[in-house]
């Protein structure tokens, strides 16, 4: 989703009545969904973390499926996984979604969607 400002947006969002996650929109329809999280605090802490980390290669890991699907996952070298992106059909549609993310975390707005 596009702001008004034509910027990209992260969206906080809640998941049930106790977690909460973000959804970053890449090109083609593509996301990168986080992980649940038990507050917001939590979720502002993750996207600062992924913002701050988001041009470091080894912290993304490319995989595929075995229906020949490809995705990729963010992964800081002390945390877990923060979140992934949706599959894609083409490696290169794939890496097209992950450049986006790499340009364009960094100025994306943050929007809170939870009521």
């Known amino acids: ?10 969206e906080i969002r809640r998941a049930g009545s ?10 083609s329809d593509g996301i ?8 917001i ?18 912290y993304y890991l490319l995989e595929t499926t075995p229906t020949e ?14 979140g992934q992106s949706t599959m894609y059909d083409h490696v290169s549609a794939m890496k ?3 450049q986006y993310m790499k340009k364009h975390l960094l100025s994306a707005e943050i929007v809170d969607l939870t009521p």
Do not use: W
């Open 1 to 10: 989703m596009m702001t008004t400002k034509g910027l990209p947006q992260i």
């Open 96 to 98: 097209s979604g992950l």
């Open 41 to 58: 605090s939590d979720v502002t802490a993750a996207i600062e973390n992924i913002q701050r980390h988001s041009k470091i290669n080894e």
């Open 18 to 27: 106790q977690e909460f996650y973000f959804v970053f929109r890449l090109p």
């Open 32 to 39: 990168f969904i986080s992980i649940f999280f038990e507050n």
């Open 69 to 82: 699907q490809t995705y990729f996952i963010f992964k800081p070298k002390i945390k877990g996984p923060i």
